[in-house]
């Protein structure tokens, strides 16, 4: 069963002064069944970012439609957006986009505080993460207090404790160090495996080759794509490198 549908995705910009007209994507089109993972690669401009803004919620396309359990979140009016997005995605950012000023339980449980869950559900969904992701001693340390892989696996907590469709995850590896980014990819496995969809947006050959399927983005539309099957992940590197030189060289697809 697919849970997210994109069906002829286009978006253009026109620039501010010149009046410009920026095609981001011209034809973006595929589906996303329930409990896949995949990964979203392309070079910068592809338009994998503005592909990604547009399944957060976050942008609205020229036209075409997004499907997420047969919803079409492109019509969601925008005074139902914000409710819509805590309720339906989780999200897990480069930067790890925690409150400084919040100690890590604060920053995990504040998408149920904005939506009014009781205090004692709350307590009930995080120590269950909280333990499977290994920060229980962590909950009350601040952001600056903590590692960027701690900072990192507090995000996460923070986008699964509403039970989300689908979880957007944007570069998640890309402040993190080796040791750390080996982590959150075996964290990203575990989580999958559990029956969470994730869809990530990466530049990363090697996070990219912990997802079940690969998606290829060149000039605003899916130029390729891998099945993982049953190629194990260091095969699957290889086939995404090879697909990201056919990418940037300009050959045909395969």
């Known amino acids: 069963m697919a849970i997210l549908e994109v069906h ?5 910009y026109t620039t501010r002064f010149a009046g410009n007209q920026i095609q981001a994507l011209s034809d973006v089109s595929f589906s996303v069944k329930q409990g ?8 910068s ?7 990604l803004n547009i399944l957060a919620a976050l942008d609205k396309p020229t036209s075409g439609m997004v499907l997420l359990n047969g919803k079409d979140i492109t019509g969601i009016p925008d005074r139902e957006m914000s409710a819509f997005r805590r309720d339906n995605l989780g999200f897990v950012f480069q ?4 409150l400084d000023t919040f100690n890590l339980m604060d920053n995990i449980l504040l998408p149920l505080v904005l939506s009014g ?3 004692q559900e709350m307590r009930t969904r995080l120590l269950p993460i909280a333990a499977k992701l290994g920060i229980n001693d962590l909950l009350n340390k601040f952001p600056y207090e903590v590692s960027g892989g701690q900072k990192q696996r507090a995000a996460v907590a923070r986008a699964l ?3 989300p469709q689908l979880i957007l995850a ?4 890309g402040a993190l160090d080796s040791r750390s980014t080996d982590e959150l990819l075996s964290l990203f496995n575990e989580i999958n495996q559990g029956g969470q969809t994730i869809l990530m947006v990466t530049h990363s050959t090697k996070a990219a080759s912990h997802a079940g399927r690969v998606l290829f983005i060149k000039d605003g539309t899916v130029f390729h794509q891998l099945y993982k099957g049953e190629s194990t992940t260091e095969e699957m590197y290889q086939k995404i490198s090879n697909a990201l030189t056919i990418l940037t060289t300009g050959g045909a697809k395969k």
Do not use: R, V, W
């Open 8 to 12: 002829s995705l286009k978006k253009i």
């Open 161 to 163: 404790i509403t039970k």
């Open 95 to 98: 930067d790890f986009n925690l």
């Open 117 to 119: 869950t009781p205090y």
């Open 36 to 43: 896949e993972y995949i990964a979203i690669m392309g070079e």
């Open 45 to 51: 401009g592809s338009g994998k970012t503005t592909l």
């Open 170 to 173: 944007d570069e998640p590896t």
